[in-house]
């Protein structure tokens, strides 16, 4: 929370899409770009799919202050699980035929 009068400092939602010898591969949420961040700067227990609201700094992300978001994480599990039944529902099962 920001002190009344101050600035709010900007802030992404990012992803964590893979991990490769000690580099995460971070999606951010509103234009697909990834980025390489090196694992020690993230939060710790980032792992795939851990969510993270990171600050930016004159457009920078700010790594050191990035903050899991759980609750996030799971609405969007939730919400691809949903997805799924509704696409087993439509599903009429047996081969495809061309």
């Not at 900007?10 to 694992?39: C, H, Y």
């Not at 609405?75 to 039944?85: G, K, S």
Request: aromatic share 4%; glycine share 8%.
């Amino acid at each position: 929370m920001t002190d009344e009068g101050s600035p709010k400092r900007a802030e992404r939602i990012w992803v964590a899409d893979r991990f490769e010898s000690g580099i995460a591969v971070l999606v951010r949420d509103d234009n697909a770009k990834t980025k390489n961040v090196p694992v020690p700067l993230l939060p710790a227990g980032t792992r795939e799919g851990t969510v993270l609201r990171v600050p930016e700094d004159q457009g920078r992300p700010v790594w050191s202050h990035a903050v899991v978001d759980e609750e996030m994480r799971s609405q969007r599990l939730r919400e691809a699980e949903a997805v799924l039944q509704r696409l087993r529902r439509r599903d009429p099962g047996g081969d495809v035929v061309l």
